[in-house]
């Protein structure tokens, strides 16, 4: 026994570091378990976006119901207030949730409430008005506005904070944070959408057409224009949620001249999206065959879908009009309209007046 404790205090001995190693966990396993989740202004705004799409669209359904419980009578002029309201409740909720740090669309929100309380106050004057429940209106959303700075204010802190941090890394530690983003881009989209149309052109010439990213405004009802950087990238301005507009930055992935193109939006876009155009000789030398695949994530993702079916139609729909406007213009050189067009009840289609054209341009 003698021996064998001699051997083990030498052992320790050769070894002074085994006793002097702490027994907390090391830095590395530190960074391993780091939390990942959002940070608490990031969840208190996710929050407040869901709080603000259900009121949002509490009162867009039932605007009058709505003004009579804030104290208001709710006449005509108060369910207009009401539903303009609730409609910027859901964009606003939307632009919330679309973000990982919302600063910006906070600070909207905190604008909004300033006219919320705007418009209580000036119905206080109003001797129709129930002064009770707009008291109690103005204390909730003077809460809420409280509120929203708070949070907008822990988001600016919370950016500058890791702004901070991640410049005091080394490039090589920036550089593997980037792929480390780019590696966790959503791959599963809200929307998915497939379409196909036959065009009574050579795929040459629709290609060369559909190449040229300018002209995809004429017949993307969406889009309002797009720009090009370079030879492979773009920068994109869309038509949102509630005529809000959106912007994204895209890259080409593959160009197969007369055959293939795909694309995807880059880190930060308002709008997460991909897809590829194929062009077919169609059976029969009938022309060709354009097969569309698009993938894409509104703002606020499954949500904002959800609410943009809501106010729209559906996405099938619209990229199958979108291809139907394609086919015209490049077998006409132009879209075509009907005098449903301009406005009219629904009805037979008929070729417009020449007033009615003059009138729209």
């Known amino acids: 026994m003698a021996i064998q404790d001699s051997r083990q205090d030498s052992r320790i001995e050769r070894n002074p570091e085994a006793t002097a190693r702490p027994a907390g966990p090391s830095t590395r396993d530190l960074a391993r378990h780091r939390p990942q989740g959002p940070t608490g202004g990031e969840g208190l705004a996710k929050a407040i976006g869901w709080f603000s799409i259900g009121l949002g669209l509490a009162a867009v359904?039932?605007?009058?119901?709505?003004?009579?419980?804030?104290g208001v009578p709710g006449g005509s002029d108060d369910r207009d207030v009401m539903l303009a309201v609730g409609l910027r409740e859901i964009v606003s909720g939307l632009g919330v949730l679309s973000r990982d740090r919302p600063a910006g669309w906070m600070w909207a929100r905190v604008g909004g409430d300033a006219m919320d309380l705007t418009l209580l106050a000036a119905a206080m004057a109003s001797e129709h008005a129930d002064r009770n429940r707009?008291?109690?209106?103005?204390?909730?959303?003077?809460?809420?506005?409280?509120?929203?700075?708070?949070?907008?204010?822990?988001?600016?802190?919370?950016?500058?904070?890791?702004?901070?941090?991640e410049a005091a890394q080394s490039p090589r530690s920036r550089s593997r944070r980037a792929a480390r983003r780019e590696?966790?881009?959503?791959?599963?989209?809200?929307?998915q959408v497939r379409r196909v149309i036959t065009i009574n052109r050579p795929r040459e010439e629709i290609y060369a057409f559909w190449r040229d990213l300018r002209n995809l405004p004429r017949f993307m009802s969406h889009l309002e224009a797009v720009e090009t950087i370079d030879d492979r990238r773009s920068h994109w301005r869309a038509t949102g949620p509630g005529g809000t507009s959106v912007a994204w930055d895209a890259e080409i992935t593959e160009d197969r001249p007369n055959e293939l193109l795909a694309w995807r939006s880059m880190p930060g876009a308002d709008v997460d999206n991909a897809g590829w155009v194929r062009f077919e000789a169609a059976p029969g030398g009938r022309g060709t065959v354009v097969r569309v695949d698009l993938h894409y994530t509104p703002p606020a993702g499954r949500v904002g879908a959800m609410v943009a079916k809501l106010f729209g139609r559906s996405p099938d729909q619209e990229v199958q009009e979108d291809l139907r406007k394609l086919k015209q213009v490049m077998e006409t050189g132009e879209v075509t309209k009907s005098d449903a067009t301009f406005g009219r009840l629904r009805h037979p289609g008929q070729p417009p007046t020449r007033a009615e054209i003059e009138a729209h341009g």
């Not at 809420?144 to 500058?160: K, M, N, P, V, W």
């Open 61 to 70: 359904a039932a605007p009058r119901g709505m003004a009579r419980t804030i």
């Open 134 to 165: 707009l008291a109690g209106a103005l204390a909730a959303v003077a809460g809420i506005t409280a509120l929203d700075i708070l949070c907008a204010q822990r988001l600016e802190s919370e950016g500058i904070a890791a702004g901070a941090a």
């Open 183 to 191: 590696e966790d881009r959503p791959h599963r989209y809200a929307v």
